[in-house]
């Protein structure tokens, strides 16, 4: 079957930093994926690992391990607009093509 | 920036009646897919649309789903005879090449239907 486990919940102040892990158990893997998903709305792209090691674009980073089937989603300098749900997801190639989330995680970030 | 266009944003329907839910997908995109997600929970894949056809579908999409593509641009979700555990938000979503994570999925707004 297919699983990606992520903390409910996480809370941390404006200016700090923050990690959101995701272990996985999946078959075909191409790669873990990064979502935001403000109040219900549409989820948007934050990131992509394909290969082990650490991606970064401005303030978000995320690093992939696949020995580990773990991964995480670092934010830094928070602001309180990060306030939002993070998924992450696995990749599938072929026709399909397809991302299947993670549990998700509420990131409060407090004045 | 083009997007993807869901509608309507909220639906209400009695349980038994049917529904469509009508997405526009970016027009130059390849790959076509119908998402859930229930209040307060994860996002779940529904069905993935290629060349044309169902190229996969998961266990929740029965023989109550089915989806079309009727022309070039519109894309569409039928439930036949809903029920009461089918409200959700339905978010319609489309990426290009077939480059794997690189091609991030596109989400629409959603659709929220709630059935009574």
């Known amino acids: 079957g297919q699983s990606l486990e992520q903390p409910s919940e996480v809370t941390a102040v404006e200016g700090a930093i923050v990690q959101i892990n995701c272990t996985y158990q999946?078959?075909?893997?191409?790669?873990l994926s990064w979502y935001q998903q403000h109040d219900g709305g549409a989820p948007t792209f934050l990131s992509y690992?394909?290969?082990?090691g650490l991606e970064e674009t401005g303030r978000f980073s995320s690093f992939l391990s696949r020995s580990d089937s773990y991964g995480y989603l670092l934010l830094q300098e928070l602001q309180m607009k990060d306030s939002a749900s993070y998924f992450c997801?696995?990749?599938?190639?072929?026709?399909?093509?397809?991302?299947?989330f993670g549990t998700g995680t509420l990131l409060a970030v407090q004045p | 920036e083009p997007e993807v266009t869901q509608t309507p944003s909220h639906q209400v329907t009695q349980m038994g009646q049917e529904v469509i839910l009508r997405c526009v997908p970016i027009?130059?995109?390849?790959?076509f897919y119908w998402y859930r997600q229930i209040l307060g929970q994860k996002v779940e894949f529904l069905v993935s649309?290629?060349?044309?056809?169902?190229?996969?579908k998961s266990e929740i999409f029965d023989d109550q789903f089915s989806v079309e593509r009727p022309d070039g641009s519109n894309f569409t979700l039928k439930i036949r005879s809903t029920k009461l555990e089918d409200s959700a938000m339905y978010f319609c979503?489309?990426?290009?090449?077939?480059?794997?994570?690189?091609?991030?999925?596109?989400f629409g707004n959603g659709t929220r239907l709630t059935v009574t």
């Open positions: 979503a489309s990426r290009g090449e077939a480059t794997g994570g690189r091609s991030p999925l596109h």
């Open positions: 999946t078959s075909g893997f191409y790669g």
């Open positions: 690992n394909a290969l082990d």
């Open positions: 997801a696995t990749n599938y190639g072929g026709a399909t093509n397809k991302l299947i």
């Open positions: 027009s130059n995109h390849l790959y």
């Open positions: 649309f290629y060349n044309n056809e169902i190229s996969e």
